[in-house]
């Protein structure tokens, strides 16, 4: 026996499974480190001793985590603050494990280290035991070929990184013919061959060649053979085996893989090894291929984006020209039929106008995730009502009739948020409108699909003998910035906004929306959304008459900075009979009712005003100590419209919100509710 033989032998019989294991801890050239439950370093290996700086291991378990600590720098090269080593013990406890990249200043040099934390059972509680791999001449050696261009040889190296050993595959095969395919030459397969593929053993993936090139993908397999057969069958050693091929993998799906060998030849040159290794480098080519998506996506999105602002333009002087031009129409109009018609053309401007501010507003909320759907009862046909009366007018414009349909069993009522589900149904009617030819047919029909446990799932259609539209062209009708062709807008207008919001409104709704059309044979839209049957109630005849109010003797107040605001206002609430006083600003209305509370009925508060704004003013009026102060109604009176700008006010004392512009029946709805 040999000297070697003897010593394994009496190694087996002297010492515990316990003491191989401190033994390969030990002589192991990588740091290794074990933590308690409260992060003290317990133990640790000579290569971290030596890491440190540290003469032995009594000052290691003293000064290591605090040592450790100092040594990571404020940032990392890639300029991201570094992460405190308290918060990757709180991942290793929280997920199990923590493996990550890090730079470390020790010893006066910057190192680059490959980190693995693993939580393990320690007694009654945990430890955590740490790997550290020096990896710093790779970090060199990668950023030298990043700086060389050497774009593949990087990608690489940062595979392998990623990989590690554990990751890289390994074969060989003894070759008995120059011939790859023939049986007789003995392949052999390392686990982490068949573990990539998804196998278990050689059982499962048996040393064989067809083993492998049985899983070949055929648009790959008579390349990569024709390589393998001429690196071996070439005497020289001129002709490389390096090549990217896709194999299938035991679920079913392929994955990408580079391989590469050598051949070892005898005397003579004849092949009699091929040894090699296999990475799989799926990852890297979805990056290229993502990368490549993502351009051209974000290239079309830049070219939407230029033509929708282009369009946005347009349809915004458009309004805003009939507006100034009528408005001077009318200044140099002496007759007064020609003055009203300039007044209705200016109201009309200025709703079409103020509809594509609310169009971009939506999407605004809708892309930041600030849009918000209310939970309130609703009288279905007076809904639809209120939408044929915005439509209506228009499609007699262009002689369509338009015929609204209701199903027998549709439910009186709703709960559902009924001003967004209008806003969708004016929106898909608005473009009915405008792609059907004179005297064309609109058909705004609606019915109950079924109804479980009280939730109704609702079909509401609109249909038309339109224009039509392609296949092609309903793959980008619901997309942001764009219409169905680059020329719709400046045919027939708009902002290419409507139809994504609609869609964005119904899906909210946990609704669906989708198109049925071909082209010169008109569209249907269908919109199917569920609703909460709602209380049944009384329908209420007309409200919000204007001017069938008396509020003489009552006197409010009105915050409004703006000049032209405070005519408007006094003009619409003249017919009332009520008085008013107007404050300039916040401060100048908290002066006025502190000197005069019992006066004021009500106060009107703009938000956005110099020296004090409405919010302000309003907390300052709540906290006064003075009778009337804390029940005033206080009304905001704002163009700042968004939810949270609404909540904004009653956190500020106010009682309610009226938008800009403004809606006379709003501002006197809020006067009947509280005088």
């Given at each position: 026996m040999s000297s070697s033989e003897n010593d394994l032998q009496i190694l087996q019989s002297t010492h515990t499974p316990h003491d191989h294991m401190r033994l390969m801890f030990d002589v192991s050239?990588?740091?290794?480190?074990?933590?308690?439950?409260?992060?003290?370093?317990?133990?640790?290996?000579?290569?971290?001793?030596?890491?440190?700086?540290?003469?032995?291991?009594?000052?290691?378990?003293?000064?290591?985590?605090?040592?450790?600590?100092?040594?990571?720098?404020?940032?990392?090269?890639?300029?991201?603050?570094?992460?405190?080593?308290?918060?990757?013990?709180?991942?290793?406890?929280?997920?199990?494990?923590?493996?990550?990249?890090?730079?470390?200043?020790?010893?006066?040099?910057?190192?680059?280290?490959?980190?693995?934390?693993?939580?393990?059972?320690?007694?009654?509680?945990?430890?955590?035991i740490g790997f550290v791999y020096n990896i710093t001449d790779i970090v060199k050696r990668e950023r030298e070929l990043a700086e060389a261009h050497e774009i593949n040889d990087l990608q690489l190296v940062k595979l392998n990184l990623a990989m590690k050993a554990t990751n890289i595959a390994l074969w060989d095969m003894e070759v008995v013919k120059d011939d790859p395919v023939n049986p007789r030459n003995v392949f052999m397969?390392?686990?982490?061959?068949?573990?990539?593929?998804?196998?278990?053993?050689?059982?499962?993936?048996?040393?064989?060649?067809?083993?492998?090139?049985?899983?070949?993908?055929?648009?790959?397999?008579?390349?990569?053979?024709?390589?393998?057969?001429?690196?071996?069958?070439?005497?020289?050693?001129?002709?490389?085996?390096?090549?990217?091929?896709?194999?299938?993998?035991?679920?079913?799906?392929?994955?990408?893989?580079?391989?590469?060998?050598?051949?070892?030849?005898?005397?003579?040159?004849?092949?009699?090894?091929?040894?090699?290794?296999?990475?799989?480098?799926?990852?890297?080519?979805?990056?290229?291929?993502?990368?490549?998506?993502?351009?051209?996506?974000?290239?079309?999105?830049?070219?939407?984006?230029?033509?929708?602002?282009?369009?946005?333009?347009?349809?915004?002087?458009?309004?805003?020209?009939?507006?100034?031009?009528?408005?001077?129409?009318?200044?140099?109009?002496?007759?007064?039929?020609?003055?009203?018609?300039?007044?209705?053309?200016?109201?009309?401007?200025?709703?079409?106008?103020?509809?594509?501010?609310?169009?971009?507003?939506?999407?605004?909320k809708i892309e930041s995730g600030k849009f918000e759907l209310s939970q309130e009862n609703f009288e279905f046909e007076k809904m639809l009502q209120r939408v044929a009366d915005i439509i209506g007018p228009q499609a007699a414009e262009r002689s369509q009739k338009l015929y609204i349909e209701t199903g027998k069993e549709m439910p009186q009522t709703l709960i559902g948020d009924d001003q967004r589900l209008s806003q969708v149904i004016t929106n898909l009617l608005y473009n009915a409108v405008k792609f059907t030819p004179q005297e064309g047919t609109i058909t705004l029909s609606s019915q109950l699909l079924s109804e479980t446990g009280g939730l109704c799932r609702i079909q509401i259609s609109i249909k038309d003998t339109g224009i039509g539209i392609s296949d092609a062209q309903k793959a980008k009708l619901f997309r942001s910035f764009e219409q169905a062709e680059s020329g719709t807008s400046r045919k027939y207008g708009g902002t290419g906004l409507g139809l994504a919001i609609s869609k964005r409104i119904v899906e909210l709704m946990d609704g669906e929306i989708k198109v049925e059309s071909k082209p010169g044979e008109g569209s249907k839209f269908i919109i199917t959304v569920p609703f909460k049957r709602g209380v049944e109630c009384e329908t209420k005849q007309a409200e919000d008459e204007l001017y069938d109010d008396d509020f003489s003797g009552r006197t409010i107040l009105i915050a409004e900075d703006v000049e032209i605001n405070r005519e408007i206002i006094q003009a619409l609430l003249e017919p009332t009979n009520i008085t008013i006083e107007y404050a300039q600003n916040g401060i100048q209305a908290v002066d006025m009712f502190t000197a005069a509370a019992d006066k004021y009925s009500l106060i009107f508060m703009d938000i956005q005003m110099p020296e004090m704004d409405g919010l302000e003013a309003a907390r300052r009026i709540r906290a006064l100590d003075i009778q009337n102060a804390e029940t005033i109604p206080i009304i905001a009176m704002t163009a700042n419209v968004f939810r949270e700008d609404i909540e904004k006010c009653f956190e500020a004392g106010m009682n309610g919100h009226v938008g800009k512009p403004i809606d006379i029946n709003h501002v006197l709805g809020a006067l009947r509710q509280y005088l």
């Amino acid at each position: 026996m040999s000297s070697s033989e003897n010593d394994l032998q009496i190694l087996q019989s002297t010492h515990t499974p316990h003491d191989h294991m401190r033994l390969m801890f030990d002589v192991s050239p990588h740091i290794k480190v074990i933590f308690d439950s409260s992060f003290k370093l317990i133990d640790c290996n000579p290569a971290a001793i030596s890491f440190m700086g540290f003469k032995s291991k009594e000052e290691t378990f003293e000064k290591f985590s605090e040592a450790l600590r100092q040594s990571i720098p404020e940032f990392q090269n890639n300029g991201r603050a570094s992460i405190p080593l308290e918060q990757r013990f709180m991942t290793t406890v929280k997920e199990g494990q923590a493996k990550f990249e890090t730079e470390l200043v020790i010893q006066g040099q910057k190192l680059s280290l490959d980190v693995l934390f693993k939580k393990i059972p320690y007694g009654d509680s945990f430890a955590i035991i740490g790997f550290v791999y020096n990896i710093t001449d790779i970090v060199k050696r990668e950023r030298e070929l990043a700086e060389a261009h050497e774009i593949n040889d990087l990608q690489l190296v940062k595979l392998n990184l990623a990989m590690k050993a554990t990751n890289i595959a390994l074969w060989d095969m003894e070759v008995v013919k120059d011939d790859p395919v023939n049986p007789r030459n003995v392949f052999m397969w390392s686990d982490e061959f068949r573990h990539m593929l998804g196998y278990s053993d050689e059982n499962d993936f048996p040393n064989l060649l067809c083993s492998w090139s049985d899983l070949l993908h055929p648009e790959d397999t008579e390349r990569t053979l024709h390589a393998f057969r001429c690196h071996l069958t070439d005497v020289t050693g001129k002709t490389p085996y390096d090549i990217e091929y896709r194999l299938l993998k035991k679920n079913g799906e392929y994955s990408y893989y580079r391989a590469s060998g050598e051949t070892i030849r005898d005397s003579e040159g004849n092949a009699i090894r091929v040894a090699g290794a296999l990475m799989d480098i799926t990852k890297t080519k979805d990056i290229l291929f993502d990368s490549e998506k993502q351009r051209i996506e974000a290239e079309a999105a830049s070219r939407a984006k230029s033509v929708f602002l282009g369009t946005m333009s347009h349809e915004i002087r458009t309004p805003m020209n009939a507006i100034i031009g009528m408005t001077t129409i009318g200044k140099l109009a002496n007759d007064i039929i020609k003055k009203d018609d300039a007044l209705n053309k200016i109201e009309r401007a200025s709703k079409h106008l103020l509809k594509i501010i609310n169009d971009i507003l939506d999407f605004s909320k809708i892309e930041s995730g600030k849009f918000e759907l209310s939970q309130e009862n609703f009288e279905f046909e007076k809904m639809l009502q209120r939408v044929a009366d915005i439509i209506g007018p228009q499609a007699a414009e262009r002689s369509q009739k338009l015929y609204i349909e209701t199903g027998k069993e549709m439910p009186q009522t709703l709960i559902g948020d009924d001003q967004r589900l209008s806003q969708v149904i004016t929106n898909l009617l608005y473009n009915a409108v405008k792609f059907t030819p004179q005297e064309g047919t609109i058909t705004l029909s609606s019915q109950l699909l079924s109804e479980t446990g009280g939730l109704c799932r609702i079909q509401i259609s609109i249909k038309d003998t339109g224009i039509g539209i392609s296949d092609a062209q309903k793959a980008k009708l619901f997309r942001s910035f764009e219409q169905a062709e680059s020329g719709t807008s400046r045919k027939y207008g708009g902002t290419g906004l409507g139809l994504a919001i609609s869609k964005r409104i119904v899906e909210l709704m946990d609704g669906e929306i989708k198109v049925e059309s071909k082209p010169g044979e008109g569209s249907k839209f269908i919109i199917t959304v569920p609703f909460k049957r709602g209380v049944e109630c009384e329908t209420k005849q007309a409200e919000d008459e204007l001017y069938d109010d008396d509020f003489s003797g009552r006197t409010i107040l009105i915050a409004e900075d703006v000049e032209i605001n405070r005519e408007i206002i006094q003009a619409l609430l003249e017919p009332t009979n009520i008085t008013i006083e107007y404050a300039q600003n916040g401060i100048q209305a908290v002066d006025m009712f502190t000197a005069a509370a019992d006066k004021y009925s009500l106060i009107f508060m703009d938000i956005q005003m110099p020296e004090m704004d409405g919010l302000e003013a309003a907390r300052r009026i709540r906290a006064l100590d003075i009778q009337n102060a804390e029940t005033i109604p206080i009304i905001a009176m704002t163009a700042n419209v968004f939810r949270e700008d609404i909540e904004k006010c009653f956190e500020a004392g106010m009682n309610g919100h009226v938008g800009k512009p403004i809606d006379i029946n709003h501002v006197l709805g809020a006067l009947r509710q509280y005088l």
